[in-house]
Each structure stands twice: as C-alpha cells, then as structure tokens.
C-alpha cells in the first residue's frame, strides 16, 4: 500500500516555543491531507484538512492561528504548533486520501511540552 | 451527521477464541465503512473496508466484518485471536459526498489477548 510518512516520532519543546511536524505522501500525489489529534486512550479528533495550494479547512473549535497548516506541494503537509503550551501535548496523526475510500496514515507524532 | 458507536472501550479473549469487536453507525447517505488498528505509539493501519459492494468484507490478519443495513452494524471479527492482535481498534465512517471525504471515528477498543 501507499505510504505516509510523518516527522519526527517524538518531539520535545519547551513551553513557548513552535514546533513543525511534516507530512509526506512517499509514492503517490495527495492534494488532500487530514491532520487528527488524539488524546490518550480517546478516539482520533480531525483538526484540520489540508488542500495542496489554498488554505486549510479547521474544524470547529480547533484555533487557525494556533496550528497552522501548510500544503506546499501535492507530497508535503506541514503542520505547525505555535507558542505550544503543556495542554498542546498530544499525538498528532496525518494522514492521505487516494481517491475516495482508501486513507493511509502516518505513524504518528508524540508532542510533549515542558 | 455521521457517527460511529463502539460498543466495549475494552475487550478481552483468550488466545484462540473469537474475537467480536462491536461497531454501529449512523448516516444520511449510505456509507463506506472502515476498521483500523493502532499499535501503541503508531499511527493506524487499515484492516478493511466496506464501500457498497459485497456485505461481507475480508481483511489482513484474518479479520473480517459484515455490514447489515438493517441493524446499522458492522463489526469486526476473527475466528481465532492471537495474541499479536492485541491492539486498539478504531471503526470509523465516511459518508461519501465529493469534496468532503471526512472520517468519522468511534472511541476505539482495546483488544487484550489472555495467553
């Protein structure tokens, strides 16, 4: 199957500061991404999808200025925790459409602040 | 709006036994429905998926589910557990309409092997 590929795994930052998670598409073309957090032992919560050349769709709740999201290319999706605090912390999950029923995810990102 | 109701935020079975994992789904339009597993700290991995053909889908691993409109259900099942399949399982729907291809989880299950 297609891969995704997410970096990096783990991440620490101290409180204050941004932090940039990328998004690849390896071996195909996604002009959309979706970025979920997920909360321990809690189910995946879409923050955001990302559409290659135009501004990213939030969903409700989830703070633009906060989390900003890049899709440069049909490949790249960044997504970007400005002035993260310790209530940012969380595992950030990408993941990549092809055609309409097939998504595959990336490994994942552990976000802790200090 | 779509949903996605696991039933069992944890199940437990015994290596060899069945494995029932409990899915119910609400929709307005007919759905595609998806089952995914995580293993701790990784992103998911897809087991199978229902997109309005056959009823009863298989998967990797062994898994296997059945969609049944009239009961709103598809939920996922392996004849005999392993204890690799120990892992959190996300049922999750997507109601198709172009431009909009979200995915809706459920809370997950945590599926534990007894040896």
């Known amino acids: 199957g297609a891969v995704v590929s997410q970096h990096p795994s783990r991440v620490i930052c101290k409180s204050g500061t941004s932090v940039k998670i990328e998004c690849r598409s390896l071996?195909?073309?996604?002009?959309?991404m979706f970025w979920y957090r997920q909360f321990p032992k809690k189910s995946l919560m879409l923050m955001a999808t990302?559409?290659?050349?135009?501004?990213?769709?939030?969903e409700q709740g989830v703070e633009k200025d906060k989390f900003l999201i890049n899709h440069a290319s049909l490949t790249l999706s960044t997504l970007t925790v400005t002035s993260a605090h310790p209530e940012d912390s969380s595992f950030y999950i990408c993941?990549?459409?092809?055609?309409?029923?097939?998504?595959?995810f990336g490994q994942g990102t552990r976000l802790t602040v200090v | 709006a779509q949903s996605v109701t696991q039933l069992g935020s944890h199940v437990s079975v015994s290596e060899g036994a069945l494995v029932l994992l409990r899915c119910n789904y609400s929709s307005s339009v007919p759905p595609y429905l998806f089952w995914y597993v995580q293993y701790p700290n990784q992103g998911l991995q897809l087991l199978l998926k229902?997109?309005?053909?056959?009823?009863l889908v298989k998967g990797i691993n062994g898994f296997e589910a059945e969609f049944k409109k009239s009961e709103t259900s598809f939920h996922l099942t392996k004849p005999s557990a392993h204890m690799s399949d120990a892992a959190e399982y996300f049922c999750?729907?997507?109601?198709?309409?172009?431009?909009?291809?979200?995915?809706?989880f459920g809370t997950g299950t945590r599926l534990t092997i007894i040896p």
């Open positions: 071996d195909f073309q996604a002009t959309t």
């Open positions: 993941s990549a459409r092809i055609g309409v029923t097939e998504a595959f």
């Open positions: 999750a729907v997507s109601d198709y309409n172009f431009g909009n291809e979200k995915l809706t």
């Open positions: 990302s559409n290659e050349g135009s501004k990213a769709t939030y």
């Open positions: 229902y997109t309005s053909a056959a009823t």
